[in-house]
């Protein structure tokens, strides 16, 4: 279609909104290269490409008035050639030498009383071009221009939409990375919202009715390929599938339909034609970015993979409807501190030997010069989060009463490690969870608060000790970004200290009823303004080494990314991360985080939570560990717990297969008090039923991956539909068999 053509004629797209809700795209070729409003400049290994989105005569950035003081500046921030250019372009005005002419001065200039003015020439499209040029090289903005308007009160009779922007490629030792600068984004903030950009849609793109030998690479949960050569036909495929990198935002609504999906984690995509492809690796303006696959078919034929940027968050906002009038239009609002940073991609490009191993190398080695760990596998683990407190209703003679049930005390924990020793899983780590303060419902997260019903600081500090000297590792969780419970006193406020929606409502997490989809509103935790991130982990981090100690878990840190859309201190996810980052930085603990966001690797010892699937999205072909291979022999990691797997024998072969260790959720007690709480998730925890299971699957996992730990993987291949061989250094070969059959 005609759409289709100009877009993969397109370097980038855009969508935009007006002051009325109206929403509208411009893509560069049809409105910018096609009415010839750009201009390309050389400079060393990069070329610019300038343009102008939006049609109007006059679209070129050559104010009609400048103030002779804006004049003076530009021509002290350019040379003498161009000086001269804009003398002939520009004339000046001013009452000082008006004479005779001081009335028609006066009629023509709203503001020559107050300022001589330069008023620019009858001048050709040509010469119009040259000053854009001059008044861009000067730093000069639309922006700008929109002031000396107001300041000379010169009417801008006409405002439609017009982006001026520059995209600049910069060749690379391996690629090209495309960068879109900040300082030369430029439109009128005030009647428009730049929503959403996509960055070169066809960047690679392949036929795909001629070629069958490739793959789109996807990055959600563990990773997802789309074969070229699937037979699936046009109606089994979803044509477009896109995800927000980094998960859930909880300042955000949550939506079942999204928010259940298994997130991309890693700001990367890829494409293999043949022999030949690419790994893009997203960098700045990664936390607001999002991965796009197109599968052929009904779009342009071609299947493609390209990332976009959302500049500015949208909350929809509930209008009453007229009377009589059942329709309610929606009515968005935008966060109105936008993303104000570059947004880059580097290109990658592999000419020969193109594979998911290959793409997983580039990824790792850019990973460790950011500051992952290069080499630090360790053997086979078992990883068990053994549940500690959980507050439940109770009542004394009629009276209601909030009590505490240890689910695994300090001690029990280590009973369990003992029992599983005995059974022979010599390696075991343990991520605590609930050990402070109000147990699995959390309170402030700033605040150090043993819970006493499990042993107290004193039980912790011996199972820490045990632990030390038995070689178990143990990881005291904190959720230093949610809280279950807001106590009075406890120094924090939810209405100062919580993170709030676009809306103004407190934003959070909640789960979800699998049957409907609806929220399970006693599920849903607090989130914790980015804005005090710093302050709270430094608090935290400074009584914990001085009262217990040793390692330390922050689950939430790598799982999530929040936004914070208070009036007067907004935040967004680029500037969170910034704040998470600073918060970790020179913090000595060794850190076993959750999920875990691409951009978090370098600062985690240890993974946990780790899917072993993509989510078999219409139109995809199949799931691949490319998270894993991307950190195996670098990071020890574990899969998501095994007992809630629908099966699991296959679940035990993926860890096999991903490099794995397998993890549980445990409790020493049975889950009646859980079933109290309302915690339905952890039905199936009691450490007594699933010591079996959890001594297979550590046995299996042993057996297969002993000797393995500090290996990158280097192939990866599916045999035949159930089965999988994963190659390691050295040439190990371990072959995965998920059917009945044995492999011939």
């Known amino acids: 279609s005609g759409n289709a053509k100009t877009a993969m004629l397109s370097q980038l797209s855009l969508q935009y909104y007006d002051t009325a809700n109206k929403t509208d795209t411009f893509n560069a070729y049809e409105d910018c290269v096609k009415l010839g409003q750009y201009a390309i400049y050389t400079q060393g290994n990069s070329l610019s490409l300038r343009m102008v989105l939006g049609e109007e005569e006059g679209s070129l950035l050559v104010p009609v008035q400048l103030p002779a003081f804006r004049f003076d500046e530009i021509l002290s921030a350019i040379d003498e050639k161009d000086a001269a250019s804009l003398k002939r372009y520009y004339k000046l005005y001013s009452l000082n030498d008006a004479g005779d002419k001081a009335g028609e001065y006066k009629d023509r200039f709203k503001a020559i009383t107050s300022y001589d003015i330069y008023a620019v020439r009858s001048i050709t499209i040509v010469e119009e071009k040259r000053v854009d040029a001059i008044l861009r090289k000067a730093g000069y903005t639309y922006e700008t221009m929109l002031e000396d308007y107001a300041l000379l009160q010169v009417e801008h009779k006409e405002n439609p939409a017009r982006f001026y922007l520059t995209m600049v490629y910069t060749l690379t030792e391996d690629g090209v990375e495309i960068r879109i600068p900040a300082e030369y984004l430029a439109y009128d903030s005030k009647a428009y919202t730049l929503y959403q950009l996509s960055l070169s849609p066809y960047f690679g793109a ?89 599968v052929g078919g009904i779009y342009g034929k071609y299947h493609t993979a390209y990332a976009g940027l959302t500049y500015a968050k949208k909350g929809q906002i509930q209008l009453e409807a007229k009377p009589g009038d059942n329709k309610y239009d929606p009515v968005y609002k935008f966060d109105s501190n936008a993303y104000a940073g570059d947004f880059a991609v580097r290109y990658h490009l592999i000419a020969g030997g193109a594979d998911l191993p290959r793409m997983a190398q580039i990824y790792r080695d850019e990973l460790i010069r950011q500051g992952m760990a290069g080499r630090g596998g360790q053997s086979p683990a078992l990883m068990l989060h053994t549940l500690g407190g959980v507050r439940y209703a109770d009542n004394v003679l009629g009276i209601p009463v909030i009590r505490t049930a240890a689910m695994t005390a300090f001690d029990e924990n280590r009973a369990i490690v003992e029992a599983l020793r005995a059974e022979g899983v010599t390696a075991v780590n343990l991520q605590l969870t609930g050990w402070q303060k109000g147990g699995l419902a959390n309170t402030h997260p700033g605040k150090l608060r043993v819970l006493s019903e499990l042993g107290g600081e004193k039980g912790l500090t011996a199972l820490r000790d045990w632990c030390g000297e038995e070689g178990v590792g143990l990881y005291p969780d904190v959720d230093l970004l949610f809280l279950k419970t807001d106590e009075l006193l406890d120094g924090f406020s939810a209405r100062n200290d919580a993170v709030h929606r676009i809306d103004g409502r407190i934003g959070g997490v909640a789960d979800f009823y699998p049957s409907t989809g609806l929220l399970r509103e006693i599920t849903f935790r607090t989130a914790v303004s980015p804005r005090i991130y710093p302050r709270l982990l430094e608090e935290f981090f400074t009584a914990y080494q001085k009262r217990i100690g040793g390692a330390l878990s922050l689950s939430t840190v790598g799982e999530y990314l929040n936004s914070d859309f208070k009036k007067d201190n907004r935040v967004n996810r680029v500037q969170s991360r910034q704040l998470l980052r600073e918060a970790l930085s020179g913090k000595e603990a060794e850190l076993l985080l959750s999920g875990c966001n691409g951009w978090a690797l370098p600062y985690a010892a240890r993974i946990t939570g780790l899917p072993m699937e993509g989510n078999h999205i219409k139109g995809t072909t199949r799931s691949v560990p490319f998270y894993q291979m991307v950190i195996h022999g670098a990071l020890p990691y574990a899969s998501t717990p095994l007992n809630t797997a629908a099966d699991f024998e296959e679940a035990v072969l993926r860890c096999v297969e991903t490099g794995s260790d397998p993890a549980f959720t445990v409790a020493w007690k049975d889950a009646e008090y859980l079933k109290a709480a309302g915690y339905t998730g952890y039905m199936m925890v009691d450490y007594v039923h699933l010591r079996d299971k959890m001594r297979q699957a550590y046995e299996a996992v042993s057996a297969a991956l002993s000797g393995l730990e500090t290996r990158y993987i280097t192939g990866y291949n599916r045999l035949t539909e159930d089965v999988v061989q994963v190659t390691y250094e050295g040439g190990v070969r371990i072959l995965v068999n998920y059917g009945t059959a044995a492999y011939q």
């Open 206 to 294: 392949a036929f795909s009715e001629a070629e069958k030998d490739g793959f789109v690479l996807f990055p959600d949960g563990s990773g997802t390929l789309i074969d070229f050569g699937d037979t699936a036909s046009s109606s089994d495929r979803m044509g477009i599938l896109t995800q927000e990198l980094y998960g859930y935002d909880a300042a955000m609504d949550q939506d079942a339909d999204v928010d259940t999906l298994l997130p991309s984690r890693l700001p990367v995509f890829g494409l293999k034609r043949g022999e030949n492809g690419y790994l893009a690796v997203i960098g700045e303006g990664d936390a607001l970015a999002s991965v796009t696959a197109c």
